[in-house]
């Protein structure tokens, strides 16, 4: 049957992601119209944003060293790679953090409800190089709105032992996060993440595995929003590239 045969070939062609153009900034590529974009320069306490506008498109931001944000020559990836600490590389970070980051923070909407069905955000990605802290670099957040509380709801840590690990803040005023390891990938290998907080649940599953549910212990399901990227921990270059971003409400 040449004609289903045909069929099935296009419908695979069609299943594999879209390839990415390693001739676009990371705009062209990802649908970046709901973020901006968190560097690890500017001036201190006064990273250098991005926004969503200066974003998108094949001609949209990327670093014109290529030093923290930009598209990978070969595979099209998109890069983002942060140099280590302040303290020994003169990263800036932001006025709570003293870690530097780069970093896509979702914009619109700006906050989200966890108690409505659908909040989830599914990434696929390679951590090239994590950084050298105990539970490394985070690679996806939910954080607590900006009005509520400076602190996040989670973060999903990757370390050099390729350790997935979620920490889940207990209250709003943060700084007490419990750790859950939740997974484990070589490091340089793709995988998938996925993180949803919907109907007051929060549950992180990796490369489509069953989802697995986090208490949020005081947090009350406050306002919040997503954040994916490279934030750095230790004080050690960390390198992520990513293959698929993309949110749900
Ligand atoms: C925070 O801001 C959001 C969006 O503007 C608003 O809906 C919410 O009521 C605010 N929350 C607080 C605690 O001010
Ligand atoms: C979600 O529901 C809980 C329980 O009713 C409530 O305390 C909390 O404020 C709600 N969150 C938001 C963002 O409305």
């Given at each position: 049957?040449p004609?289903?045969k045909t069929?099935l070939?296009?419908?695979?062609?069609?299943v594999?992601?879209?390839?990415?153009?390693p001739?676009?900034?990371p705009g062209?590529?990802?649908?970046?119209?709901?973020?901006?974009?968190?560097?690890?320069?500017?001036?201190?306490?006064?990273?250098t944003?991005?926004?969503?506008s200066?974003?998108?498109?094949?001609?949209?931001?990327?670093?014109?060293?290529?030093?923290?944000?930009?598209?990978?020559?070969?595979?099209?990836?998109?890069?983002?790679?942060?140099?280590?600490?302040?303290?020994?590389?003169?990263?800036?970070t932001?006025?709570n953090?003293?870690?530097?980051?780069?970093?896509l923070?979702?914009?619109?909407?700006s906050?989200?409800?966890?108690?409505?069905?659908?909040?989830k955000?599914?990434?696929?990605l390679?951590v090239?190089?994590?950084?050298?802290?105990?539970?490394?670099?985070?690679?996806?957040?939910?954080h607590?709105?900006?009005?509520?509380?400076?602190?996040?709801?989670c973060e999903?840590?990757?370390?050099?032992?390729?350790?997935?690990?979620?920490?889940?803040?207990?209250?709003?005023?943060?700084?007490?996060?419990v750790?859950?390891?939740?997974?484990?990938?070589?490091?340089g290998?793709?995988?998938?993440?996925?993180?949803?907080?919907?109907?007051?649940v929060?549950?992180v599953?990796i490369?489509g595995?069953?989802?697995?549910?986090?208490?949020?212990?005081?947090?009350?399901?406050?306002?919040?929003?997503?954040k994916?990227?490279?934030?750095?921990?230790?004080?050690?270059a960390?390198?992520?590239?990513?293959f698929?971003?993309?949110?749900?409400?």
């Amino acid at each position: 049957m040449p004609a289903l045969k045909t069929l099935l070939a296009t419908g695979l062609v069609g299943v594999a992601s879209a390839a990415l153009n390693p001739s676009c900034a990371p705009g062209g590529n990802f649908d970046l119209s709901k973020w901006s974009l968190q560097l690890p320069i500017g001036s201190t306490g006064s990273p250098t944003t991005i926004s969503a506008s200066q974003l998108s498109g094949c001609g949209g931001y990327q670093d014109p060293g290529h030093k923290y944000f930009f598209t990978e020559s070969g595979d099209g990836a998109l890069v983002m790679k942060v140099p280590g600490a302040p303290s020994n590389t003169g990263c800036v970070t932001t006025p709570n953090s003293k870690h530097c980051r780069t970093e896509l923070r979702e914009s619109n909407p700006s906050s989200w409800d966890p108690n409505a069905s659908n909040n989830k955000l599914t990434v696929t990605l390679a951590v090239e190089q994590p950084d050298n802290s105990g539970y490394g670099t985070v690679v996806g957040q939910i954080h607590i709105a900006d009005n509520v509380s400076t602190k996040p709801v989670c973060e999903l840590y990757y370390n050099t032992n390729g350790d997935l690990t979620m920490g889940v803040e207990q209250t709003r005023s943060g700084g007490n996060e419990v750790m859950t390891k939740v997974g484990n990938v070589p490091v340089g290998q793709q995988f998938t993440y996925t993180i949803s907080y919907s109907s007051n649940v929060l549950s992180v599953s990796i490369n489509g595995g069953a989802a697995k549910t986090l208490s949020t212990y005081s947090l009350g399901a406050p306002s919040s929003y997503f954040k994916v990227g490279n934030y750095n921990q230790g004080s050690s270059a960390s390198d992520v590239h990513f293959f698929s971003i993309n949110v749900s409400h």
